[in-house]
């Protein structure tokens, strides 16, 4: 499994509150990615690091930041979340292989904005 | 701008049956190309990839892909599926900083 943790794995939360996932690496790996998934939509990117204090945006950034201020967490928060953030949020490494990558999912993080 | 297109949002197929999901890509250079599953309220697991080669490759499962330049494609395959292998497939495309770029996924149903 990579050694990739969420938390938390399930949140409720009103509109216009502030929200912060979690996810937590236990091997060093350098390339972290935050994506979400909804219905009809696959898995976006929404925001991706690739080292401490190196971010970038992704396709759906607009309502997002991240920090990375270690290796072994990177950190989405919603600034004040709204309903269109419900959704199921994933974090993944990248792990550099023979002529590639590979990477690797963590559990998701449930989160529903009412 | 890189994608990549999963025509069929449902598959149903017998068990025992056999199984291609299609996937066609759109990107500039050589691909990296990825296929992925995931079983119902899980995370994604890696099946198989292609990165250079062997334009068939194989993957965990008994899953296979071959990747076509001449039709932007890298369509996975079963020769028999099995119960056990209902989930949602995804192909993606990869992209400079080892980003994916994912398709719309495919449900694949398995029937008796």
């Known amino acids: 499994d990579a050694g990739i943790t969420q938390s938390p794995r399930h949140k409720v939360t009103e509109t216009g509150t502030p929200v912060t996932l979690r996810c937590h690496q236990t091997?060093?790996?350098?390339?972290m990615y935050w994506y979400r998934q909804d219905p009809g939509h696959g898995l976006r990117l929404i925001h991706y690091s690739y080292g401490v204090k190196d971010t970038d945006k992704g396709e759906v950034s607009d309502g997002y930041s991240v920090s990375r201020s270690k290796t072994e967490d990177f950190l989405l928060t919603l600034e004040s979340a709204t309903s269109s953030q419900t959704s199921v949020y994933f974090c993944a490494i990248s792990e550099t292989t023979s002529g590639g990558y590979e990477q690797y999912f963590g559990p998701g993080t449930r989160l529903t904005v009412t | 701008a890189q994608s990549v297109t999963q025509p069929d949002i449902h598959i149903t197929v017998s068990e025992g049956a056999s199984l291609e999901l299609r996937c066609n890509y759109s990107y500039g250079a050589t691909p990296y190309l990825f296929w992925y599953v995931q079983s119902p309220g899980q995370g994604l697991q890696l099946l198989l990839k292609y990165f250079s080669g062997d334009t068939l490759v194989q993957g965990i499962k008994g899953f296979e892909a071959e990747f076509k330049r001449s039709q932007s494609s890298f369509n996975l395959r079963k020769p028999s599926v099995h119960w056990s292998d209902a989930a949602e497939y995804f192909c993606?495309?990869?992209?400079?900083?080892?980003?994916?770029?994912f398709g719309t996924g495919t449900r694949l149903l398995v029937s008796p």
């Open positions: 993606a495309v990869g992209l400079g900083f080892q980003k994916l770029v």
């Open positions: 091997e060093n790996h350098r390339y």
